[in-house]
């Protein structure tokens, strides 16, 4: 019997070794799989790096990662928000490396990863800082800059149902980068709201096919009922 | 002369944004122009973070963490509106599929070079979102931006000094005092507000305008 289900938080996040690449999900506090966030603060992995469209909100989650000190590098879209002061003053004292990419890039890298493309061509950033030093090409008259997959040893995301098999669907706009980072790991773990039986969510309706997912763990309300 | 207010700019984008256009609003300024759409229009207003069909924000106490745009501010959904994940979400823009994207500007050049994520300076922290994506992708690219810098220096210039988002991307400027179409030949005046004459929106202009009713 496949069951992708673990116990606690401390399972979901066991064995994520230090110098690990963790992608997670989330635009904002949108999606951000923050059970799963402390999990690992606990667990105590260092030397990480980070792959979020951000850098952390107030001083929880994500905000809370970095400010272990465990974050060596981030790779992000849009680090900068009225609320990243832990972002920020861990940037500006030079502890923490940030790889900036635009949005689309981040998210198309990442979709590559997951979809074994080996590079792709882009128009976006052609021409500005963020694709100094890169390849570019020139394809029917338009130039585009030669990007590369990027990949995760973990993907840390959060939807709304799972079932055992590793099936997932999302709520609203907390689906952002959930599917894709899930191709795009070796480890993909899933917090969801609540684990439903198999057959339960409707197979039209699957967002995310439970062979991306290498673990799921319930965090909602009904989980904590639950004996 | 008087120089348009916010929200006078605002209204003056939405007037040219036609039935049935997908668009994509940046954050700040441009976010405005959600507020002035036609009512008669059916305009479909796309967020970056997985939303096309984006309504207004909710009633106070109704809103909903899950339910957010670019800025991070809850909206709602309308009827016929749909989710999906960031890489759909950046296929539309960068896949030309958006009609209209109207972004906020530090500097644009005369070649429709936008300058708008990175002031350049050392001690300033660096954040580019989607802006790159949606300057190169949009069909038309407004940008939606002051005619001067608190310090009276124009914004739109020969060349620009800060940082690029994107090369010769921009179609329409729309300021608080003029609206100006970028062409092969230079920025073409489309209209001027009101009490102002062309040769004095050219003095305060950083760059040679073209007047096409001259």
């Given at each position: 019997?496949?069951?992708?289900?673990?116990?606690?938080?401390?399972?979901?996040?066991?064995?994520?070794?230090?110098?690990?690449?963790?992608?997670?999900?989330?635009?904002?506090?949108?999606?951000?799989?923050?059970?799963?966030?402390?999990?690992?603060?606990?667990?105590?992995?260092?030397?990480?790096?980070?792959?979020?469209?951000?850098?952390?909100?107030?001083?929880?989650?994500?905000?809370?990662?970095?400010?272990?000190?465990?974050?060596?590098?981030?790779?992000?879209?849009?680090?900068?928000?009225?609320?990243?002061?832990?972002?920020?003053a861990?940037?500006?004292?030079?502890?923490?490396?940030?790889?900036?990419?635009?949005?689309?890039?981040?998210?198309?890298?990442?979709?590559?990863?997951?979809?074994?493309?080996?590079?792709?061509?882009?128009?976006?950033?052609?021409?500005?800082?963020?694709?100094?030093?890169?390849?570019?090409?020139?394809?029917?008259?338009?130039?585009?800059?030669?990007?590369?997959?990027?990949?995760?040893?973990?993907?840390?995301?959060?939807?709304?149902?799972?079932?055992?098999?590793?099936?997932?669907?999302?709520?609203?706009?907390?689906?952002?980068?959930?599917?894709?980072?899930?191709?795009?790991?070796?480890?993909?773990?899933?917090?969801?709201?609540?684990?439903?039986?198999?057959?339960?969510?409707?197979?039209?309706?699957?967002?995310?096919?439970?062979?991306?997912?290498?673990?799921?763990?319930?965090?909602?309300?009904?989980?904590?009922?639950?004996? | 002369?008087?120089?348009?207010?916010?929200?006078?700019?605002?209204?003056?984008?939405?007037?040219?944004?036609?039935?049935?256009?997908?668009?994509?609003?940046?954050?700040?300024?441009?976010?405005?122009?959600?507020?002035?759409?036609?009512?008669?229009?059916?305009?479909?207003?796309?967020?970056?973070?997985?939303?096309?069909?984006?309504?207004?924000?909710?009633?106070?106490?109704?809103?909903?963490?899950?339910?957010?745009?670019?800025?991070?501010?809850?909206?709602?959904?309308?009827?016929?509106?749909?989710?999906?994940?960031?890489?759909?979400?950046?296929?539309?823009?960068?896949?030309?599929?958006?009609?209209?994207?109207?972004?906020?500007g530090?500097?644009?050049?005369?070649?429709?070079?936008?300058?708008?994520?990175?002031t350049?300076?050392?001690?300033?922290?660096?954040?580019v979102?989607?802006?790159?994506?949606?300057?190169?992708?949009?069909?038309?690219?407004?940008?939606?931006?002051?005619?001067?810098?608190?310090?009276?220096?124009?914004?739109?210039?020969?060349?620009?000094?800060?940082?690029?988002?994107g090369?010769a991307?921009?179609?329409?400027?729309?300021?608080?005092?003029?609206?100006l179409?970028?062409?092969?030949?230079?920025?073409?005046?489309?209209?001027?507000?009101?009490?102002?004459?062309?040769?004095?929106?050219?003095r305060?202009?950083?760059?040679?305008?073209?007047?096409?009713?001259?």
């Amino acid at each position: 019997m496949i069951d992708k289900t673990v116990a606690s938080a401390a399972a979901a996040v066991a064995g994520i070794p230090d110098g690990a690449t963790v992608m997670i999900g989330g635009f904002g506090t949108a999606g951000q799989p923050a059970e799963l966030i402390d999990a690992l603060i606990a667990q105590g992995a260092r030397d990480l790096t980070i792959v979020n469209n951000n850098a952390g909100n107030g001083d929880t989650g994500l905000a809370a990662l970095l400010k272990t000190g465990r974050v060596r590098r981030i790779v992000c879209s849009f680090p900068r928000q009225a609320d990243s002061q832990v972002f920020d003053a861990l940037y500006r004292s030079g502890a923490l490396e940030l790889e900036l990419v635009p949005q689309g890039n981040l998210a198309e890298r990442i979709r590559a990863a997951g979809a074994g493309i080996g590079a792709f061509y882009t128009p976006t950033g052609y021409g500005t800082a963020l694709a100094e030093g890169k390849e570019t090409r020139l394809i029917d008259g338009r130039a585009y800059v030669l990007e590369y997959p990027l990949r995760a040893d973990y993907a840390l995301i959060k939807a709304r149902l799972g079932d055992r098999w590793g099936n997932l669907v999302y709520r609203k706009t907390a689906r952002n980068f959930g599917p894709i980072m899930a191709t795009a790991a070796t480890c993909t773990i899933a917090q969801v709201d609540a684990v439903v039986p198999l057959g339960e969510l409707d197979p039209e309706a699957v967002v995310t096919p439970g062979i991306f997912v290498q673990r799921v763990l319930a965090v909602g309300p009904a989980a904590q009922a639950a004996p | 002369m008087k120089r348009l207010t916010r929200e006078q700019m605002a209204q003056r984008v939405a007037r040219d944004i036609p039935e049935g256009a997908y668009v994509n609003l940046g954050i700040g300024l441009p976010t405005l122009v959600a507020n002035h759409l036609p009512a008669g229009r059916e305009i479909l207003l796309h967020s970056e973070n997985g939303v096309l069909g984006m309504g207004p924000a909710p009633p106070a106490g109704a809103e909903d963490p899950d339910l957010i745009n670019a800025g991070k501010q809850p909206v709602t959904l309308r009827d016929g509106g749909c989710y999906f994940h960031h890489a759909d979400s950046f296929a539309m823009m960068r896949g030309g599929h958006l009609d209209i994207c109207v972004l906020g500007g530090f500097q644009v050049s005369v070649t429709g070079d936008l300058a708008n994520w990175h002031t350049g300076e050392p001690d300033a922290i660096p954040a580019v979102g989607g802006a790159m994506d949606l300057a190169i992708g949009a069909k038309q690219v407004f940008v939606m931006m002051e005619h001067h810098t608190k310090q009276g220096v124009s914004k739109i210039v020969g060349r620009c000094s800060y940082p690029l988002t994107g090369i010769a991307c921009v179609s329409r400027i729309y300021t608080d005092l003029a609206v100006l179409d970028v062409t092969p030949h230079g920025l073409s005046v489309v209209d001027i507000v009101d009490g102002l004459s062309f040769d004095e929106l050219q003095r305060l202009s950083g760059v040679p305008l073209i007047n096409p009713r001259a």
